[in-house]
């Protein structure tokens, strides 16, 4: 086995017994390690960057930093300190990367081999962009995408298209929005994009802009290659192309978290099957558990508080486990009907696995 990588030093700060560091820019959360309290701990959260990350000096002065609003009536360079007058929202979200799962593709996609763990449940506070946009007189005629550009310094001598992380996503979803400054009630670490992050609630992690320098509402998707090319949802084979769909909302997810093969064996008699599921844009309805791979399925409960739709739901179902081996597979239904399906949709990347069966844990009880 090879020895654990050391946290890079942006992230030192994480708790590296609920980690696994696959990268300097890929940091997962442990599935053992995501407790039952709704609210992923800052120091366990996920990390993915595509770039370098940005030098701590951008959040030496988090006031200060500013963002270019473009697209609106009235185009502005506003600071944080600025945008901390114009409104504030809350809200509790799942922050999913579009890869979360990819691990569990037979295919094996180039890319970090996330199992469960590209994935937590965090608060944010900060300005709704639908404030912004009404403080500057609204939004310019023909303009139909938002896109958020990220602050980090791009090397010099290469197309910034190829490299640069900015991404659009459908200017309606502004409604939700926010520039955000504050999670888990702290100001926004450099890791997680401070000083100020775009979050797009709802909406896969990639379109979560850190360090957002520009927001603007555009005619057109931009043609940066993370937008035009990476992360499309493309056939096995193929490469990404822009009439491909792109990773957008995510869909109803769910997956145990105990008791998994990590915890070592379990004793026989009763445990609290748990773990957490989502609806992307949709509120979580129920959540069904298996204890046979599948065959046979009980409703679990719905534990802990609602922070909304969002956020996702913890569910715990009480079983009555004798001695042997059993498949533990968690099936979650959202508000709309949608069900959580049971074969992930193949494509070329890895992206939005929502497979109930790839998510199944088999555990030993002795
Ligand atoms: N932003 C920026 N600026 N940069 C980068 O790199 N990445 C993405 C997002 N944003 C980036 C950004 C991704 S891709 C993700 S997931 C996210 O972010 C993450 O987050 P965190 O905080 O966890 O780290 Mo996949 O879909």
């Known amino acids: 086995a090879s020895a654990a990588k050391p946290l890079p030093g942006y992230a030192s700060f994480k708790n590296a017994d609920a980690v696994i560091v696959h990268s300097s820019t890929t940091i997962e959360t442990k599935r053992s390690a995501f407790g039952s309290s709704v609210i992923t701990p800052t120091n366990q959260l996920y990390v993915r960057n595509n770039l370098p990350t940005p030098p701590e000096s951008i959040v030496a002065d988090r006031d200060a930093w500013a963002v270019q609003i473009d697209g609106v009536k009235k185009p502005a360079k506003l600071t944080v300190a600025e945008l901390k007058k114009m409104g504030l929202e809350t809200v509790t979200m799942v922050l999913q990367c579009s890869g979360n799962g990819r691990g569990f593709f037979p295919s094996k996609p180039s890319g970090t081999q996330w199992t469960v763990g590209a994935a937590g449940c965090v608060v944010w506070s900060g300005v709704p962009v639908r404030d912004v946009v009404k403080a500057l007189g609204g939004v310019a005629d023909g303009m139909v995408y938002m896109t958020g550009t990220g602050g980090e310094v791009l090397p010099a001598g290469i197309d910034p298209k190829t490299v640069m992380v900015e991404r659009s996503v459908p200017a309606a979803a502004m409604q939700d929005a926010l520039l955000a400054w504050e999670m888990n009630g702290e100001p926004v670490s450099l890791a997680h994009g401070g000083p100020l992050r775009l979050i797009v609630p709802g909406y896969t992690g990639v379109n979560n802009i850190k360090y957002?320098?520009?927001?603007?509402?555009?005619?057109?998707?931009?043609?940066?290659?993370?937008?035009?090319?990476?992360?499309?949802?493309?056939?096995?084979?193929?490469?990404?192309?822009?009439?491909?769909?792109?990773?957008?909302?995510?869909?109803?997810?769910?997956?145990?978290?105990?008791?998994?093969?990590?915890?070592?064996?379990?004793?026989?008699?009763?445990?609290?099957?748990?773990?957490?599921?989502?609806?992307?844009?949709?509120?979580?309805?129920?959540?069904?558990?298996?204890?046979?791979?599948?065959?046979?399925?009980?409703?679990?409960?719905?534990?802990?508080?609602?922070?909304?739709?969002?956020?996702?739901?913890?569910?715990?179902?009480?079983?009555?486990?004798?001695?042997?081996?059993?498949?533990?597979?968690?099936?979650?239904?959202?508000?709309?009907?949608?069900?959580?399906?049971?074969?992930?949709?193949?494509?070329?990347?890895?992206?939005?696995?929502t497979s109930w069966a790839d998510h199944a844990v088999t555990v030993t009880v002795a």
Do not use: C
Request: aromatic share 8%.
């Open 212 to 353: 957002i320098k520009q927001l603007a509402f555009t005619a057109k998707e931009s043609e940066a290659h993370i937008m035009s090319h990476g992360y499309r949802i493309s056939p096995p084979g193929a490469k990404g192309d822009p009439s491909q769909p792109s990773v957008q909302e995510m869909s109803v997810k769910s997956w145990i978290n105990s008791p998994i093969p990590e915890d070592g064996n379990q004793s026989a008699g009763k445990v609290q099957i748990q773990g957490v599921a989502f609806g992307g844009m949709n509120a979580i309805k129920g959540v069904e558990v298996s204890i046979d791979g599948g065959k046979t399925w009980k409703q679990a409960r719905l534990i802990g508080p609602d922070m909304g739709k969002y956020a996702w739901r913890q569910f715990a179902l009480q079983a009555d486990l004798p001695k042997g081996t059993y498949t533990l597979a968690s099936r979650a239904t959202d508000d709309k009907g949608n069900v959580q399906p049971e074969t992930r949709g193949e494509n070329q990347s890895g992206y939005n696995n």
